[in-house]
């Protein structure tokens, strides 16, 4: 028991770094309920711009942030790595529809296995989203490019062959456009810009292509964005400036981070669902709450300690919180 309470605060203290982007990214968005037939509008930098998603309509009722009517809706954790990137997708498009037009999608199953970079664990993903997402970011009358960045001119070369774009055989749409983040600003045919797991020490040059678009209104989405590091942004003044002027101001549309302990999930509009991992269930994993917004360290702990102690009991066949990576995990760990 001694060695399982030791254990579980090591995963706190390693989940703890994590979760400070997650949770201080999400502001609960309570956007108006328009009719199809009415002006959708973006929000950007807290600004209304007009949009083009109007036709798009509302979320289906009850189905508001929170749940709908005050109450909360629980995320339920996709059974595939298909299903995830179909949920990834749809949660985005229902998010832009909603009026909400700096979006974040955080989706990580390592569990933890830092064997591969990010970016490179983001790749299957990011080639099933742009498939589904891409071709309802440009103006049918109009259609323009949608602006993929990646951190550094060899990853965008890396990922222009892999996809052959260009080719017949090109796995994404043929308006995607690759650039380099550090040399390449944005174009006037760009009708949508996604950030392909932007870091802290690219923090500057992710400014100016903020900045270059925010009086055109486009969307702009952010695929496992990592803007937070303790040896570049620290909590100070530039920590807080950051936070408040870019991080704060993102949408969460979807989340799925597998952990030693478990997982967090969220499909917009609903709720952050927090599960741990338990044999016992048939997906290997039990919910253990649901929060209009991820829980903070504390909260995590908490929920943690009151788990293992349900457990404790347990431990002696092997099914403790703690001694099995459960078959969701297993599943979804092919990134």
């Known amino acids: 028991w001694t060695a399982m309470v030791v254990h579980k605060w090591c995963l706190v203290a390693s989940t703890?770094?994590?979760?400070?982007?997650?949770?201080?990214?999400?502001s609960p968005p309570v956007?108006?309920?328009?009719?199809?037939?009415?002006?959708s509008t973006w929000r950007l930098g807290g600004r209304r711009l007009s949009g083009r998603f109007a036709t798009a309509g509302a979320p289906p009722e009850g189905q508001q942030p929170g749940g709908g009517g005050g109450g909360l809706a629980q995320t339920d954790l996709p059974a595939s790595f298909d299903a995830a990137v179909d949920a990834a997708a749809q949660s985005t498009l229902d998010c832009l529809s909603d009026t909400w037009d700096r979006i974040r999608v955080d989706f990580d199953t390592s569990g933890g296995d830092a064997t591969y970079t990010v970016l490179k664990n983001t790749m299957p993903l990011a080639q099933g989203f742009l498939a589904k997402v891409a071709p309802r970011l440009v103006d049918a009358e109009n259609p323009g490019a949608v602006r993929v960045y990646f951190p550094?001119?060899?990853?965008?070369?890396?990922?222009?062959?892999?996809?052959k774009i260009g080719s017949a055989e090109a796995v994404v749409p043929e308006c995607v456009q690759l650039s380099s983040l550090s040399r390449e600003l944005p174009e006037e045919r760009d009708q949508a810009i996604v950030f392909m797991c932007p870091r802290a020490s690219e923090v500057d040059a992710l400014r100016a292509v903020v900045s270059a678009v925010e009086d055109k209104g486009i969307p702009?989405?952010?695929?496992?964005?990592?803007?937070?590091?303790?040896?570049?942004?620290?909590?100070?003044?530039?920590?807080?400036?950051?936070?408040?002027t870019l991080i704060n101001t993102m949408v969460t549309s979807f989340c799925l981070k597998t952990t030693p302990w478990g997982a967090i999930a969220r499909a917009y509009p609903k709720d952050f669902s927090t599960y741990v991992v338990d044999p016992d269930e048939d997906s290997?994993?039990?919910?253990?709450?649901?929060?209009?917004?991820?829980?903070?360290?504390?909260?995590?702990?908490?929920?943690?300690?009151?788990?293992?102690?349900?457990?404790?009991?347990?431990?002696?066949?092997?099914?403790?919180?703690?001694?099995?990576?459960?078959?969701?995990?297993?599943?979804?760990?092919?990134?």
């Open 16 to 26: 703890a770094v994590g979760l400070v982007g997650l949770s201080s990214s999400f």
């Open 220 to 244: 702009l989405i952010f695929l496992n964005p990592e803007l937070v590091d303790m040896g570049v942004t620290g909590f100070g003044a530039v920590g807080r400036m950051l936070r408040e």
């Open 31 to 39: 956007p108006s309920v328009r009719s199809g037939s009415e002006q």
């Open 152 to 163: 550094d001119a060899g990853s965008a070369a890396l990922a222009q062959r892999d996809w």
């Open 284 to 335: 290997g994993y039990k919910l253990m709450q649901t929060s209009q917004q991820p829980l903070d360290a504390e909260e995590l702990d908490a929920l943690l300690q009151g788990s293992s102690e349900g457990s404790s009991s347990d431990s002696s066949n092997g099914g403790g919180l703690f001694n099995s990576v459960g078959k969701f995990f297993q599943g979804l760990s092919r990134l």
